[in-house]
DNA sequence: GTCTATATTGTGATAGAC
DNA sequence: GTCTATCACAATATAGAC
C-alpha cells in the first residue's frame, strides 16, 4: 500500500485533528510538537501545514468546535425553573463525560490562545455561563431557588459540575446515570429555597 | 552598584523561585524557558543552575511545598461534624485566595511532574480529600449529612471550592468574607441531610 | 499530497574566566 | 556568584523535488 502518493485530504485532515486532540491533552499545548503530531498521524512533519496555517489554528478550532457544540447541544426547555435546571445538570454531566479530552483543552489552554482567539472562547463561555445564571435568576424570582448571589452561584456550579471529568473513570464503581443523579441531588439542595 | 560580584545566594535562590512561579502561572510550565527565568530575576540563564538542580526541580518543589503547607495549615477542630464542615470551607477559600497563582500551578502543570514527583504530589492530594470525606463520613454516620457517597461529594465540593480562584477578583463586587460566606451556606446545604 | 532538505531561532544545560 | 561562550539538539515553518 502506497503511502506517499494519492489523495487523502478528507482523512488525513481529520486525522490530524484527532492527533492533536489526544496529545494536547495528555501532554499540553506547549509541550507537543508539530512532529510528534506528524508522527502520531504518520506523516511528515511539513504535510501537517496542508491542514492547518500553524499551530496555534489547531488548538483554536479544538477549542471554537468544542463550545460551540456545547452551545448548540442544550437550549432551555419550556418549563418551571427547577425543570431547567435539571435538565442544564444532567446535560452538563453527560457531555461533558463524553468528551473528558476536549473538556480539559478547553479549560487549561486558554492562555496558549493569542489574545484574539482568547477573546472568541472567553465569549463563548460567557454565552454557556449566561445560561445557567438565567435559570437561576428565575428560580429566584419564583422563590423556588434561594441564592444569595445567581453570578457566584453559577461558577460554583459549572465548578462542581465539570470537575466530575477529572476523577470518573469508565467502568468504576458508579455509572454514568448513577454520577448525574447524584450530581443532581447536590445541586438542587444547594439551591432550595 | 556591582552585579557581577558577591554572594546573594540567600536572596536569588526565592527570587529565582518567585519568578519561576509567576512565569510558570502567566504562561505554563511547557512554555517558559530558563532564559526567561534569569531574565525576571536579572541574572543570566546559566547562574540559575546555581538554586536548582534542573527545570523540572523548580516545578516539583513549588507545588510540593505548597501541598505541604496546605496540609499543614489545618488540622480538624475537635467539634461536630456540621462545625468541622464549615471550618474546612472557609480555610479551603482563605488559603486558595491567598495564593492563587501556586493553586494555579499545583493544578495545571501534573501532567509536567516525572513520574516518580507526580506520585508524591499524588499522595498529598489524596491525603488532603481524605480529611475532607472523613468529615462527611462522620457526619452521615451521625444522621446531619445525606450523602450518598462521601467520595463523589469530596471531590465535587472540592473542585466547586478550588473553582473560586478562577474568578474571584481582589476589589471586585464581594469581598473574601462574604464569599466566604455564600460558599458555605450552598455546601451547608447541599450535604444536610 | 507527501516527501526531503533546510532556514532560522530557541532550548536545557555545562565549562571555564573573573 | 555571576558572567560569557558554547554544546548538542529540537522547535516552527517553508521551498522545491517527485
Known amino acids: 500500500m502506497a503511502r506517499k502518493q494519492g489523495s487523502h485530504a478528507d482523512i488525513t485532515g481529520p486525522k490530524v485533528r484527532d492527533a492533536a486532540l489526544r496529545l494536547f491533552a495528555r501532554h499540553g499545548f506547549a509541550a507537543v ?58 446535560h452538563h454531566i453527560r457531555f461533558h463525560l463524553g468528551r473528558p479530552e476536549l473538556v480539559f483543552i478547553a479549560y487549561m489552554e486558554l492562555r496558549n490562545l493569542t489574545p484574539e482567539n ?18 437561576l435568576r428565575a428560580g429566584q424570582q419564583s422563590g423556588v431557588f434561594a441564592v444569595p448571589d445567581t453570578k457566584l452561584a453559577t461558577m460554583a456550579l459549572i465548578a462542581m459540575l465539570t470537575g466530575v471529568t477529572t476523577w470518573y473513570r469508565e467502568g ?12 443532581w441531588d447536590m445541586v438542587r439542595k444547594a439551591v432550595a429555597a
Not at 504518520?42 to 496555534?56: E, F, P, R, W
Not at 465569549?123 to 445557567?132: A, K, P, Q
Not at 468504576?172 to 450530581?183: C, D, H, T
Request: charge should be negative; glycine fraction near 6%.
Open 33 to 90: 510538537s508539530m512532529r510528534q503530531i506528524a508522527a502520531e498521524v504518520g506523516v511528515q512533519a511539513g504535510a501537517l501545514y496542508l491542514y492547518t496555517s500553524d499551530k496555534q489554528a489547531l488548538l483554536f478550532e479544538l477549542m471554537r468546535d468544542h463550545m460551540e457544540e456545547l452551545l448548540a447541544d442544550w437550549q432551555a426547555p419550556d418549563a418551571p425553573p427547577t425543570d431547567q435546571l435539571e435538565d442544564f445538570v444532567r
Open 118 to 135: 482568547f477573546a472568541v472562547i472567553e465569549g463563548l463561555r460567557r454565552d454557556y455561563e449566561d445560561r445557567l445564571e438565567a435559570i
Open 172 to 183: 468504576g464503581r458508579l455509572n454514568r446515570a448513577a454520577v448525574e443523579g447524584i450530581y
